[in-house]
């Protein structure tokens, strides 16, 4: 099984930047996608970002552009740059990977981390 630890959230000013972390550790063979989501108060869990195992982004287009998502397959890690950012940003900004556990298995299983507050003030 696995077992997704998101870090580096915080609070910040509007403007500045801010990066946070997720980290996969468990036993399993292979990490497929891996992406980044936040949930802000009153509104809808969106798609920040999703990379492939391969490295290939997409980013939800209003974020293009000021949030940049990286992975290191050896730390099995995931990273998101967040830059100039805004008020609207502020969420729990969490992790996800598509997982599959056993070399045998035919499908990925879906894991999430528990999610770490970012909050931007104006």
């Known amino acids: 099984q696995a077992h997704l630890v998101e870090s580096g959230g915080g609070l910040v000013q509007a403007g500045q930047s801010l990066s946070v972390t997720c980290t996969v550790s468990?036993?399993?063979?292979?990490?497929?996608?891996m992406a980044w989501y936040r949930h802000a108060p009153e509104r809808e869990r969106e798609l920040v970002a999703s990379i492939t195992s391969g490295g290939s982004a997409n980013y939800a287009h209003s974020l293009e552009g000021r949030f940049t998502i990286s992975r290191d397959n050896a730390k099995n890690t995931i990273s998101l740059q967040m830059n100039n950012l805004k008020p609207e940003d502020t969420a729990v900004y969490y992790c996800?990977?598509?997982?599959?556990?056993?070399?045998?298995?035919?499908?990925?299983?879906?894991?999430w981390g528990q999610g770490t507050h970012v909050t931007v003030s104006s």
């Open positions: 468990g036993t399993f063979f292979k990490i497929n996608d």
């Open positions: 996800n990977a598509e997982i599959i556990v056993n070399r045998w298995d035919t499908h990925n299983l879906i894991y």
